[in-house]
């Protein structure tokens, strides 16, 4: 980089003696050569520069035309005035506006989180589910069958209170329950009305079980004199129809059945539940043209249960439910009952389980 004057001086220089001007005011000879000549005027400037700071090398430099020189990736841009310097962001010591630590991967168990990252910094955010719960999941199976599972019928006319614990949260919208049908074929025309009702209780105060919600469903099965049947499910405004000559789609509700009722609700890991079910059947024409028979789930044959406490023990009897078994409730009306009292509950016979899944 060079300065010279942007205004040429076009006279000529001087050569040999001249006279000039002195500090007392007279005048005095003096070689051309001393003085500062038009010549002079048109020449390049000496420049002198002091560097200081974070240098390398030498911290000054000098001359006619100092050059200015990039390097460790810097560049230098010289347009018309303006003499540019590009510095790439890799240098900086400081944290740049779209700066990002990165997003590390987590490995967490029973936990679910979220990651984060800009200039300011990395954000982690951890959650657990409910206690007892990993989040809510769809469907569940409170007693499952296993190759020495064994089951028994289930009586008509009494509200039967299957007890459940849930370890996680889960949502479902079925409840379905397991039964074993049989066709009576007879000459005479016959119709079975099956009337099921079903619900779900919660206990709210350790001595009563309130129901949380109810629905039922209707299942009527007709023959008429061996040559057709027909079989009807309704519930509510809602109903389906099947028929056939003679007694073709009588293995349709023969034998064992998994049946889907539709029920919608959410329960919570460690409340204290109960799925209630009351089946009634009756005979409008001459004998029942089908039966149903609910399957408990067989877990202590023949056996009635004491209890035995650090503090004390209690007799064998049946009235003691324990914490899963199946109480029953002999209600006087087809209804369900809002509420039940444990008092009012017994035992259901050889404390089998209701066997029933929670379906999405």
Same mark, same amino acid.
């Given at each position: 980089?060079?300065?010279? *004057?942007?205004?040429?001086?076009?006279?000529?220089?001087?050569?040999?003696?001249?006279?000039?001007?002195?500090?007392?005011?007279?005048?005095?000879?003096?070689?051309?050569?001393?003085?500062?000549?038009?010549?002079?005027?048109? @020449?390049?400037? &000496?420049?002198?520069?002091?560097?200081?700071?974070?240098?390398?090398?030498?911290?000054?430099?000098?001359?006619?035309?100092?050059?200015?020189?990039?390097?460790?990736?810097?560049?230098?841009?010289?347009? =018309?005035?303006?003499?540019?310097?590009?510095?790439? &962001?890799? %240098? !900086?010591?400081?944290?740049?506006?779209?700066?990002? *630590?990165?997003?590390?991967?987590?490995?967490?168990?029973?936990?679910?989180?979220?990651?984060?990252?800009?200039?300011?910094?990395?954000?982690?955010?951890?959650?657990?589910?409910?206690?007892? =719960?990993?989040?809510?999941?769809?469907?569940?199976?409170?007693?499952?069958?296993?190759?020495?599972?064994?089951?028994?019928?289930?009586?008509?006319?009494?509200?039967?209170?299957?007890?459940?614990?849930?370890?996680?949260?889960?949502?479902?919208?079925?409840?379905?329950?397991?039964?074993?049908?049989?066709?009576?074929?007879?000459?005479?025309?016959?119709?079975?009305?099956?009337?099921?009702?079903?619900?779900?209780? @919660? $206990?709210?105060?350790?001595?009563?079980? &309130?129901?949380?919600?109810?629905?039922?469903? %209707?299942?009527?099965?007709?023959?008429?004199?061996?040559?057709?049947?027909?079989?009807?499910?309704?519930?509510?405004?809602?109903?389906?129809?099947?028929?056939?000559?003679?007694?073709?789609?009588?293995?349709?509700?023969?034998?064992?059945?998994?049946?889907?009722?539709?029920?919608?609700?959410?329960?919570?890991?460690?409340?204290?539940?109960?799925?209630?079910?009351?089946?009634?059947?009756?005979?409008?024409?001459?004998?029942?043209?089908?039966?149903?028979?609910? $399957?408990?789930?067989?877990?202590?044959?023949?056996?009635?249960?004491?209890?035995?406490?650090?503090?004390?023990?209690?007799?064998?009897?049946? !009235?003691?439910?324990?914490?899963?078994?199946?109480?029953?409730? &002999?209600?006087?009306? =087809?209804?369900?009952?809002?509420?039940?009292?444990?008092?009012?509950?017994?035992?259901?016979?050889?404390?089998?389980?209701?066997?029933?899944?929670?379906?999405?």
């Amino acid at each position: 980089m060079s300065i010279i *004057h942007v205004k040429s001086n076009t006279i000529p220089s001087w050569t040999g003696t001249v006279t000039v001007g002195n500090s007392t005011g007279g005048t005095q000879t003096a070689a051309a050569t001393d003085l500062v000549l038009p010549s002079d005027w048109n @020449s390049a400037h &000496n420049q002198f520069y002091t560097l200081t700071g974070n240098t390398n090398g030498a911290s000054t430099a000098s001359g006619t035309n100092v050059v200015l020189s990039g390097g460790n990736n810097v560049t230098l841009v010289g347009g =018309g005035a303006t003499v540019g310097f590009s510095v790439g &962001n890799y %240098i !900086t010591t400081g944290a740049l506006s779209d700066h990002s *630590h990165g997003n590390p991967t987590l490995a967490l168990t029973n936990l679910s989180g979220t990651t984060a990252s800009n200039s300011a910094g990395l954000t982690l955010s951890l959650s657990a589910a409910a206690p007892g =719960g990993a989040g809510t999941i769809a469907g569940w199976e409170p007693f499952q069958v296993g190759n020495n599972s064994t089951f028994s019928s289930q009586g008509q006319n009494s509200l039967y209170l299957q007890k459940v614990r849930p370890d996680v949260n889960f949502s479902f919208n079925n409840i379905e329950f397991r039964f074993s049908g049989s066709f009576v074929s007879s000459s005479n025309s016959q119709v079975g009305v099956h009337t099921i009702r079903y619900g779900l209780y @919660s $206990l709210e105060t350790n001595e009563s079980y &309130n129901s949380i919600a109810t629905s039922s469903i %209707i299942i009527s099965a007709s023959f008429n004199s061996n040559t057709a049947m027909g079989y009807t499910i309704s519930q509510g405004a809602g109903s389906y129809t099947t028929t056939s000559g003679g007694t073709v789609i009588a293995s349709l509700m023969t034998g064992l059945k998994h049946l889907y009722l539709p029920f919608t609700n959410t329960l919570t890991a460690g409340g204290e539940y109960a799925v209630g079910l009351l089946v009634s059947s009756a005979t409008t024409v001459n004998t029942g043209a089908h039966r149903m028979a609910f $399957l408990n789930q067989t877990v202590i044959n023949n056996l009635t249960v004491g209890k035995v406490y650090a503090t004390t023990m209690i007799a064998s009897n049946s !009235t003691h439910v324990g914490d899963y078994a199946q109480g029953v409730y &002999n209600t006087t009306t =087809g209804a369900m009952p809002a509420a039940v009292a444990k008092s009012q509950m017994t035992n259901a016979v050889s404390q089998a389980l209701l066997y029933h899944q929670f379906e999405v």
